[in-house]
């Protein structure tokens, strides 16, 4: 069938159809006529066109060319219209290509059908040439535009990403170790970039802040705002660590009202100092979630946590300077007790069932995994559990930070071990010892003895510490696990990755051998460089094959 009608290709419309359109047009019609005529129009006002006689051959023509726009004919032999529409759709390198029906149907019907298999638009046969032109010209400009708005957005997202591979490398969840507790992150955003902030910053005379932050909002802003929050809370910590957390609190609470001129962002914010002489936190609770407190296995009333405070970081409203000392609460870290700070990620994450939140039944699954003394990482378990229990945390960011307060009771063995071959050899026997009077079997503490011996042996010969020098130990017991923990300040464990290339005999020397030995004995080993200083945790469960 023709698909225009001469009548109407004359006088004014003529001069109106010298409009100039740009683009790759491909023109598709069993009908040679059809396809000259259409080529001819086209071309005449700036199209680059290219045409298939049928839908099979348009379809390998789409996936070559890479069309900005495709009329289609739709009754052909073969393949027609409708099915060809279809298949443009579902391949992804033409899906963004728009179509444009040409059809002599009328039915509704047919027309339903083109738009549900994605064609754009549909133009009726006999045609105008004015209206294809028109129709044409503005499926070619949505063209381009969408192409733009692609470009942008996958710049955007590059951007973003970039963004928050930078903010992940701020945010270290990196463990932390002192002689009286650990520290276990778990960090995960909703997005590239997050709104969550947290930090462990050690001060003079065995001092540590601990604190996790909440910014409102989702999105590149809180995630800006929640770096900025981490540089002023690292000044303010150190400057006004000696008034405590309601000093410190205040200044920042100052700094982020004057920096952040916006109402609608503030952050909450839950903080810890700990006093490592009477093994005591002081704590400052800035309306965030009262923390989770487990001791001797057993859940305790988080409600006190919420006896001061209240003002999140830079609310907009009220003093300048609204926490004071009777708003801090003290917290004694006796017997063996864990500690959870988290954000509010976690307890509104919901049942992907139910879609109920998962609200305080964050405080039994912490009760739970806290009792498995095998499971190192507390926050990790914490988050695994909620997603095993089928909690989805995909709507929001989540931060755990897990402070096990150690009990000395578990404490075997804590001592500093002199560069010396012969010293690392008795503080080895005396490891096997003190772990075997606490029940431990003979194979278990003669293993304990040996990772003693290997990993104290390389610090001695490979680890760059001066003659003078010496390393940390520290050795736990908690039913059939034993926990052994180095530190020490030598040459970076990773020197593989430190010196960007594969290291031989000569380089790794009797190190290598020793290295290789210590993770066939542990049943987990970890290793950590922070803060210039190399620390190894290693785990090795009674009765546990390896």
């Known amino acids: 069938m023709p698909i225009n009608d001469q009548k109407t290709f004359s006088g004014n419309t003529a001069s109106r159809l010298l409009q100039s359109l740009s ?22 006002r700036g199209c680059e066109v290219f045409d298939a006689a049928s839908g099979v051959e ?10 900005d726009l495709v009329l289609v004919d739709v009754i052909m032999p073969e393949m027609d219209g409708f099915e060809l529409c279809g298949k443009l759709r579902d391949e992804p390198r033409t899906a963004n290509s728009p179509v444009i029906m040409v059809t002599a149907k009328s039915k509704i019907e047919d027309i339903e059908t083109g738009f549900e298999l994605g064609a754009m638009d549909y133009i009726r046969k006999p045609f105008n040439p004015r209206e294809l032109i028109l129709r044409v010209g503005n499926a070619l400009a949505l063209k381009r535009s969408n192409d733009e708005l692609m470009i942008w957005n996958n710049r955007v997202a590059r951007d973003i990403e970039l963004a928050g591979a930078i903010q992940r490398s701020l945010f270290s969840d990196v463990p932390h170790f002192s002689r009286r507790f650990e520290v276990r992150i778990a960090y995960r955003t909703c997005m590239d970039v997050g709104g969550d902030a947290f930090d462990i910053i050690a001060l003079p005379d065995g001092q540590y802040c601990i604190y996790v932050a909440d910014v409102s909002g989702h999105g590149v802003a809180p995630a800006m705002i929640s770096s900025l929050l981490k540089a002023m809370a690292s000044e303010m910590i150190r400057r006004y660590a000696s008034g405590g957390p309601s000093a410190i ?15 609608s962002y503030f952050s909450t914010l839950f903080m810890a100092l700990y006093n490592p002489d009477t093994l005591e936190w002081s704590c400052m609770n ?14 305790g009333d988080s409600s006190l946590f919420s006896a001061g405070g209240g003002t999140p970081i830079g609310f907009p409203f009220g003093d300048e300077k609204p926490y004071s000392k009777s708003d801090e609460v003290v917290f004694s870290g006796e017997g063996d007790t864990f500690l959870l700070l988290y954000t509010d990620g976690l307890t509104e994450a919901r049942h992907v069932e139910t879609n109920e939140e998962c609200g305080e039944r964050l405080d039994a699954i912490y009760e739970q995994v806290v009792r498995d003394a095998s499971v190192p990482n507390k926050s990790i378990a914490l988050l695994d559990t909620l997603e095993a229990e089928n909690f989805s945390m995909e709507g929001d960011d989540c931060t755990a930070i897990s402070i096990h307060m150690l009990d000395p009771e578990k404490i075997v063995v804590e001592q500093s071990v002199p560069r010396n071959i012969y010293m690392v050899s008795e503080v080895a026997k005396q490891c096997e010892i003190a772990v075997a009077t606490r029940g431990i079997s003979h194979d278990s503490s003669a293993l304990v003895r040996l990772l003693v011996m290997e990993l104290g042996s390389n610090l001695v010969e490979h680890s760059g ?14 039913g059939p696990v034993c926990q052994l923990v180095f530190t020490d300040k030598g040459d970076e464990w990773d020197l593989e990755k430190a010196l960007g290339h594969t290291l031989d005999e000569m380089h790794m020397g009797e190190r290598g051998r020793g290295l290789a030995i210590t993770n066939t004995i542990a049943n987990r080993i970890e290793r950590y460089r922070t803060n210039s200083e190399n620390l190894t945790y290693c785990t090795v469960i009674d009765g546990e094959d390896r």
């Open 23 to 44: 683009g790759r047009v491909l023109i598709v019609d069993d009908e040679l006529p059809n396809r000259l005529y259409l080529r001819k129009l086209l071309e005449a």
């Open 58 to 67: 348009a379809f390998e023509v789409a996936l070559k060319r890479q069309p």
């Open 249 to 263: 609190c205040n200044a920042l609470n100052v700094a982020f009202r004057r920096r952040i001129d916006n109402p």
């Open 286 to 299: 800035c309306g965030h979630p009262n923390p989770v407190f487990v001791r001797n296995d057993t859940i």
């Open 465 to 478: 510490l001066s003659e003078d020098a010496s390393f940390w130990l520290q050795v736990r017991v908690d």
